[in-house]
């Protein structure tokens, strides 16, 4: 089952690569951000999200700058905003710098927090 959950996670960004394939990138702009998830009924991971005054999920997000989502992950509806933001950004970034891609923009201001480990980890030898 975790296999299967990590396989879900990591197509989106295997279809990005292969559009990506036929052009070189050598730049990306990526937004990160999260939603609250509404559903009904009882679900697990659901709880109640004082920002949004509701119960949610409340799922990160990763969409690069052409609208393609890279990569998502769930989360309890409690979590701050930029909780687990690694899980999300870092596989992302790797996967370009690893294609080639010598520059990164993350443009949510939310998460400027991070910018100076981005730039500091994506220098880092792959």
Same mark, same amino acid.
């Given at each position: 089952?975790?296999?299967?959950?990590?396989?879900?996670?990591?197509?989106? *960004?295997?279809?990005?690569?292969?559009? =990506?394939?036929?052009?070189? %990138?050598? @730049?990306?702009? !990526?937004?990160?951000?999260?939603?609250?998830?509404?559903?009904?009924?009882?679900?697990?991971?659901?709880?109640?999200?004082?920002?949004?005054?509701?119960?949610? *999920?409340?799922?990160?997000?990763?969409? =690069?700058?052409?609208?393609? %989502?890279? @990569?998502?992950? !769930?989360?309890?509806?409690?979590?701050?905003?930029?909780?687990?933001?690694?899980?999300?950004?870092?596989?992302?970034?790797?996967?370009?710098?690893?294609?080639?891609?010598?520059?990164?923009?993350?443009?949510?201001?939310?998460?400027? %927090?991070?910018?100076?480990?981005?730039?500091?980890?994506?220098?880092?030898?792959?």
């Amino acid at each position: 089952m975790k296999e299967n959950l990590s396989a879900l996670i990591d197509l989106s *960004g295997q279809r990005i690569d292969r559009v =990506n394939d036929r052009t070189q %990138m050598s @730049r990306v702009v !990526l937004d990160i951000n999260s939603s609250e998830s509404l559903t009904n009924g009882k679900h697990e991971g659901l709880t109640f999200n004082w920002h949004f005054s509701k119960t949610c *999920g409340h799922p990160l997000f990763l969409f =690069n700058g052409v609208g393609d %989502m890279e @990569r998502a992950i !769930l989360r309890p509806g409690y979590i701050h905003n930029a909780y687990d933001w690694r899980l999300v950004l870092e596989p992302v970034v790797q996967r370009h710098k690893e294609r080639g891609v010598t520059e990164v923009a993350i443009t949510e201001r939310l998460f400027a %927090m991070i910018l100076r480990r981005i730039r500091r980890w994506r220098h880092a030898p792959a």
